[in-house]
């Protein structure tokens, strides 16, 4: 069963910084894209960014300079360093990941969230 754990949510004062961590665990023959996603109260969940195994990302234009994302693939990990953080930014964030599992077919996996608030 494969998991994805995140971390790293928070309280953080507006211009503030935190940094997101999400690790894939279980049967997983390869990872193929790694992402974060958000859902602000009142919203429909959005893409903030992703990172392809071959290194290619793709940003949320509300983000770009702002956020970064990166893996260690041997970890299984993705980060998301978030700085600049606006009010805007609050959200549940969600780890997601593409990838093949124990029977070897692409699968799509989700983390439970972790709550990001930013204080004006």
């Known amino acids: 069963q494969v998991q994805l754990v995140e971390s790293g949510g928070g309280l953080v004062q507006a211009g503030g910084s935190l940094r997101l961590s999400c690790a894939a665990s279980?049967?997983?023959?390869?990872?193929?894209?790694m992402g974060w996603y958000r859902r602000a109260p009142g919203k429909q969940r959005e893409l903030v960014a992703d990172?392809?195994?071959?290194?290619?990302?793709n940003y949320a234009d509300s983000v770009k300079g702002r956020f970064a994302i990166s893996r260690d693939n041997a970890k299984n990990t993705v980060y998301l360093q978030m700085s600049s953080l606006k009010p805007e930014d609050t959200a549940i964030y969600y780890c997601?990941?593409?990838?093949?599992?124990?029977?070897?077919?692409?699968?799509?996996?989700w983390g439970q969230g972790t709550p990001v608030t930013v204080s004006s």
């Open positions: 997601n990941a593409l990838l093949v599992g124990r029977n070897g077919f692409k699968e799509v996996h």
């Open positions: 279980g049967i997983i023959l390869s990872i193929d894209t």
């Open positions: 990172l392809t195994s071959g290194g290619s990302t």
